[in-house]
């Protein structure tokens, strides 16, 4: 036997569909539900789904009918799971009207929840789920139970817990599910409450079903798995009433690397099914999201990015290719040479020592700015400094615009002129019409003819990024010639002040030259 087999096996239950749909505002589709459980299933290859809750509504039973009819035809109907309830025949009808076969019923698993939430004894409430057991094996359902608030009812009235799993441990319930249904509990509990109950009831099945009310759901898992739990509940990205669940991702990555357990999970699929669980749900998850988040494999400090370069000092097991997706290196006021020699070689780009002194001199004076760079940037700024030839004969100082509607806009000026400084202001039908405006009083000062503009073009990086830069492009008529200058900003007026200013200093030069 090799090493592989010989690892623990763990199974994932995701309840995104059923649990994950608790969470405020959300509510999916029928084909919504279908193309996540496809994915859950097919894709992702989970071990088991819960889809719904027996009797919400009609339209419910109809999403959970189109995806029983697709899991029976691809073999996965017997891990589809739905939520049941103690109440003889009408959970049992629904989900057989739906073409199901697994029915998860929901005890009370506290003798609180039991006494003042459905009224019952214990022997009363074991006699009705016994019923409701017997009519499902009757109609062909494999059934699990459902311990709900098992946490608490195991700290305040353990008796009950043992009397309750005592009282049905021989009417063929295949899996007692033990939630932490309010996230009350800690790993140390976790582990000490469900090593008891597997001690007591060796022969019997047990899930964990984690809730993040703590933001402890991950480690949780960790206990259950390290007291002998061999399934444990899960949602992508979290989603659940309150805080969410546990999350799968998190839960996926934790247990194979610190506890190198085997699972059945193509982990290359996580970052797609958050995807389309943030899309489906509308409910965006962090940037720094473990995992998932789009920023968590991205270095933002050069000297991480130096350490990379030089010995993958700061990379771990928790590589992006492991999950389908690439290592990122930000661009901004932390950058430093590695971070840009990282993204030039993404691009295929090849610049000199000088030529990456500048473009990276460039790149932290647009971060300090607070401006936003991406790689998809990182061409305009090439250009707009590969172009520069820095002169200075005028300098723009200030600048301020501002623009309305049904309003002319307005420039105001402050400029620098062979070490003389000029204020101006201008008007017009719009913001860079009023900086011409406001220019045109200080040049013509200086005998300085602006020439005509003949096409003003702006750029934006694919994918239309709101907080992409900008590159505008202006041609110039000079005497029988064109010229083209550019400006590169977060702001789409600033980079055509830009490119004027650059036009402004190329025909100074040319004249004193």
């Known amino acids: 036997m090799n090493a592989q087999t010989q690892r623990r096996h763990v199974q994932l239950l995701d309840t995104t569909l059923r649990d994950g749909e ?55 109907l017997e891990r ?28 009370k698993g506290s003798e609180k929840h039991c006494r003042e ?21 009757e109609k062909n359902l494999l059934v699990n139970m459902y311990l709900e608030d098992w946490s608490n009812g195991y700290k305040d009235s353990p008796d009950y817990v043992f009397n309750l799993v005592n009282g049905v441990t021989d009417i063929g319930i295949r899996h007692f599910m033990l939630p932490d249904t309010l996230g009350v509990m800690t790993p140390d509990e976790v582990f000490s409450a469900l090593t008891d109950m597997q001690t007591r009831f060796p022969d019997l099945k ?30 992508i990205n979290c989603l659940g009433e309150r805080a969410g669940n546990a999350s799968l991702a998190e839960v996926a990555v934790v247990l194979k690397d610190k506890m190198d357990i085997q699972l059945s999970i193509d982990e290359t699929r996580i970052a797609m099914l958050s995807r389309m669980v943030e899309n489906f749900s509308g409910k965006w998850i962090a940037a720094n999201t473990p995992i998932v988040g789009a920023d968590v494999f991205t270095q933002t400090a050069g000297i991480h990015a130096d350490g990379d ?13 492991r999950f389908a997706r690439k290592r990122t290196y930000a661009l901004g006021k932390m950058s430093g040479k590695a971070s840009l020699a990282n993204n030039l070689e993404e691009l295929g780009l090849v610049l000199s020592e000088d030529d990456q002194r500048k473009v990276l001199q460039e790149i932290v004076k647009l971060g300090d700015s607070k401006a936003v760079i991406t790689s998809d ?11 520069n030839r820095e002169y200075r004969y005028i300098e723009l100082l200030n600048c301020y615009i501002s623009s309305g509607m049904d309003v002319d806009s307005t420039a105001s000026l402050r400029v620098s002129v062979h070490n003389t400084i000029h204020n101006a202001t201008g008007s017009g039908n719009g913001g860079f019409a009023a900086f011409i405006a406001a220019i045109s ?36 008529k000079i005497e029988d010639r064109e010229l083209k200058t550019r400006g590169v900003d977060s702001n789409q007026v600033l980079a055509g002040v830009k490119a004027t200013m650059r036009m402004i200093n190329l025909r100074m030069h040319a004249t004193t030259s």
């Open 309 to 321: 370069s030089k010995g993958g000092l700061y990379i771990t097991a928790l590589r992006p290719e």
């Open 441 to 476: 009083q200080i040049l013509d000062k200086l005998e300085f003819t602006m020439p005509a503009l003949l096409d003003y073009e702006v750029h934006i990086p694919r994918g239309g990024n709101t907080s992409a830069l900008t590159e505008c492009i202006i041609t110039w």
């Open 377 to 387: 940037d990182l061409p305009f700024i090439i250009a707009d400094v590969l172009e």
């Open 117 to 137: 939430q459905l009224g019952r004894t214990l022997a009363e409430h074991i006699s009705d789920i016994k019923r409701t057991v017997a009519y499902a094996h």
């Open 22 to 76: 608790q969470t405020q505002g959300v509510s999916f589709a029928a084909k919504e539900k279908l193309q996540i459980a496809r994915a859950l299933l097919q894709a992702l290859k989970v071990d088991r789904i819960e889809v719904a809750s027996a009797r919400v509504s009609e339209g419910e039973q109809e999403a959970v009918k189109a995806i029983n009819a697709w899991a029976a035809q691809e073999g996965f």
């Open 206 to 235: 047990f899930d964990f079903h984690p809730h993040n009310d703590y933001g402890l759901a991950t480690a949780n898992v960790m206990a259950a798995v390290k007291a002998g739990i061999s399934t444990v509940h899960c949602t």
């Open 80 to 107: 589809v799971e739905v939520l049941g309830f103690v109440d003889y025949t009408l959970s049992v009808n629904w989900i057989c009207q739906a073409g199901g076969k697994v029915i998860n019923l929901l005890a």
